[in-house]
């Protein structure tokens, strides 16, 4: 039962950067920039002062501290800490790249497991850095593409290990049979509860932070030569059995050679779950394009798929915390007709507190309509009422950033650089914006890293 998981090893040992397509290099150099620029300002997300000074109780000789953390000048830890912190952050804001068929947020365990690894071998060229990532995601993407169930556990840390291993593999260019005695270990750590989802915990991130670390221990043990199951993917206790309700490998497997999961992740245009952004954007039209004020909205109900009614169609209320709101689209979408826009700042306690905000929030549901695709986005409908008898309906198809509707290069450019901004690092968004436009260039991928962490 193990050829399976072989095939995901030996693909993503075999990437090669020349091989792959102009575009798909694109989309990777475009996505770790906004990974980058993302988990920099994810060193103002709440509670991440809390990790941080977490992680630094966890040991650690000071001989060891190689680790940059992104978004924080002159701050390092052991590379293991690093990865951990640096996960939390990319993840902790919500504003990270997702790929939407698998549920699944490949890129805040894949991006600060290299990172990391960084710090303690190499120097390692960019395209070393950017083919080891695309392998990663190739791997990641698979298991959540593989399920044929609705999510049960939080895929981007129980999938999101193995992506992360698999990339190190690569980078490291580890023999088939190491790689595969570290994805066994990748299955021992893989754990991640719905459950801080359910109550809006920012367990969440830190679900996603033990993956990412755990990926560089899966690694260690594998090297130091720990033989570990092999059976990781389909065995009786293997990964997929135990964390989906069902599963067909065949499509994923049958699609290896021919196409890069990398081209397939969607960019987030606003710092809330993925699961927002279909009424975000509907609710931004009402706006501009038929001139609906809080004013004038009666009620507000958004109808869209089981999946995004459980992810994101809870109630707002008062006193919420900021990891709650960012996946309460009644919330976001008042924010959104009231100020136009949902940015990183609209988390902090008085924003969250606002009366006429909370009233308009009252006012927007958000109703299952029965899909039975279980990882379906769209489509789903925004149906308007307002005070004045009229009815306005909005169909939404496909989502902002997602590759059939992608962002801008001024869009992307702009989310780089509020997200720099909101950290007091505006003045590198120029120089970092030119270092990630030729990261394949570079001869040491740090160089850039370094500079994303403030030196």
């Known amino acids: 039962m193990t050829a399976a998981a072989n095939a995901l090893v030996d693909h993503a040992l075999s990437v090669r950067w020349d091989a792959l397509p102009a575009a798909v290099k694109a989309d990777a150099r475009r996505l770790l920039h906004d990974a980058?620029?993302?988990?920099?300002?994810?060193?103002?997300?709440?509670?991440?002062?809390?990790v941080l000074a977490a992680a630094r109780g966890w040991g650690g000789s000071r001989d060891a501290e190689t680790g940059l953390v992104l978004g924080r000048p002159g701050v390092r830890l052991p590379p293991a800490q690093a990865a951990f912190v640096n996960a939390?952050?990319?993840?902790?804001?919500?504003y990270d790249s997702v790929h939407e068929k698998a549920v699944l947020h490949p890129l805040p365990t894949i991006v600060p497991a290299l990172v990391a690894e960084l710090g303690r071998s190499g120097p390692y060229s960019g395209e070393e850095v950017l083919a080891a990532m695309?392998?990663?995601?190739?791997?990641?993407?698979?298991?959540g593409i593989a399920a044929t169930t609705p999510l049960r556990f939080f895929r981007p840390a129980t999938a999101g290990v193995f992506g992360a291993t698999a990339a190190l593999?690569?980078?490291?260019?580890?023999?088939?049979?190491?790689?595969?005695?570290?994805?066994?270990?990748?299955?021992?750590?893989?754990?991640?509860?719905?459950?801080?989802?359910?109550?809006?915990?920012?367990?969440?991130p830190v679900q996603v932070a033990a993956s990412a670390r755990s990926a560089l221990q899966a690694i260690d043990l594998a090297e130091a030569g720990l033989p570990g199951p092999r059976d990781w993917l389909e065995g009786p206790f293997g990964y997929l059995p135990l964390f989906e309700a069902g599963f067909d490998l065949g499509p994923v497997l049958a699609d290896l050679k021919h196409r890069r999961r990398i081209a397939e992740v969607a960019c987030k245009p606003f710092p809330t779950g993925r699961a927002c952004h279909g009424g975000l954007v509907a609710v931004r039209k009402l706006a501009t394009e038929h001139g609906v004020t809080p004013a004038d909205l009666d009620s507000l109900t958004y109808s869209a798929s089981p999946l995004i009614h459980h992810?994101?169609?809870?109630?707002?209320?008062?006193?919420?915390?900021?990891?709650?709101?960012?996946?309460?689209?009644?919330?976001?979408?008042?924010?959104?007709?009231?100020?136009?826009?949902v940015g990183l700042d609209d988390y902090t306690p008085q924003r969250l507190n606002e009366p006429d905000v909370l009233a308009l929030a009252a006012r927007i549901v958000v109703e299952s309509d029965?899909?039975?695709?279980?990882?379906?986005?769209?489509?789903?409908?925004a149906t308007a009422r307002l005070k004045d008898g009229r009815k306005i309906v909005l169909d939404v198809t496909v989502q902002l950033g997602s590759p059939d509707f992608p962002m801008s290069r001024d869009e992307h450019l702009e989310k780089t650089r509020s997200c720099l901004a909101f950290v007091g690092m505006e003045a590198v968004h120029g120089p970092l914006t030119d270092l990630f436009?030729?990261?394949?260039t570079l001869?040491?991928?740090?160089?850039?890293?370094?500079?994303a962490s403030g030196g």
């Not at 695309?134 to 298991?143: F, H, K, Q, S, Y």
């Open 36 to 50: 980058v620029a993302v988990g920099a300002a994810g060193a103002g997300a709440a509670y991440a002062d809390v």
């Open 88 to 94: 939390f952050q990319l993840h902790g804001q919500e």
């Open 134 to 143: 695309v392998a990663g995601v190739d791997v990641a993407i698979a298991l």
């Open 169 to 204: 593999a690569r980078l490291k260019r580890l023999p088939s049979e190491t790689a595969m005695d570290a994805m066994g270990y990748a299955l021992a750590f893989s754990s991640g509860t719905m459950q801080a989802h359910t109550e809006g915990k920012p367990a969440l």
């Open 311 to 341: 992810l994101v169609g809870r109630v707002a209320k008062p006193r919420m915390d900021t990891a709650y709101a960012r996946l309460c689209l009644p919330y976001l979408a008042a924010v959104m007709l009231t100020r136009g826009r």
């Open 370 to 381: 029965g899909n039975p695709d279980p990882a379906a986005f769209v489509p789903a409908r």
């Open 437 to 440: 436009d030729r990261f394949d």
């Open 443 to 451: 001869t040491d991928a740090r160089e850039a890293f370094v500079l």
